[in-house]
């Protein structure tokens, strides 16, 4: 009988033991848990830190002459964009210097079904040093980024973009540009941390046309 409760009492013992171990594994397990739960947002943030930091913030040209940039441009491609889903070919712009030193924006495509389409709004330099970076609104008051981010020294093509560089433009004096010119301005768009394989070539047909803005 006392040998029985002697070896009841080790097997509880050796029980307790396991117990022991298992709890202590058990917590060391929630602890790790813990830890990688808390560390792992923390460790994303720091990617996500050095992810941002590598892209340089985005810089526009020196300065720009409103009054030479103002005309009639042609859409050479642009980086595709919901709000010219319906645009098939023919998209241009025209510019006008008002007295009061804004522009006056007519934008125009031609729709799958052949008709033009067109979109009347101002900009205002924001930045009057260089006249460089604007605002545009086709309906007050939301205004949207409008960067001149290349541009020839004789105005015959302009970039056009904004900081967060989900935008891109490229405009052309000429319906259509010599291809020595068209990847001088893919090199310079790469330079601008761009990605020149998301642009969309514009089709310029005969037909390409804006109306007189009144």
Known sequence: MRFSKSKTISRRIRLLHEYGKLALKK???NVFGAFAL????????????AQATSTSPL?????????????KWYEIARYPN???RNCQSDTTAVYTLRDDGKVQ????????????TTARGTAKAVDKGTNAKLKETFFWPFYGDYWVIGLSPDYRYAIVGEPSRKYLWIL??????EEAEYQE?????????YQPGMLQKTNQSAQANVPSPS
């Open 38 to 49: 808390l560390a792992g947002p923390l460790l994303g943030a720091q990617r996500s830190s």
């Open 185 to 193: 301005v893919l090199r310079l768009v790469e330079t601008l941390r």
């Open 105 to 116: 924006v007519v934008n125009a495509c031609r729709e799958k079904n052949g008709k033009i």
């Open 27 to 29: 917590l060391a397990m």
């Open 172 to 177: 052309s004096r000429t319906p259509r540009m």
């Open 82 to 84: 919901r709000f010219q």
């Open 59 to 71: 810089t526009a040209v020196d300065h720009v002459d409103l009054r030479r940039y103002a005309g």
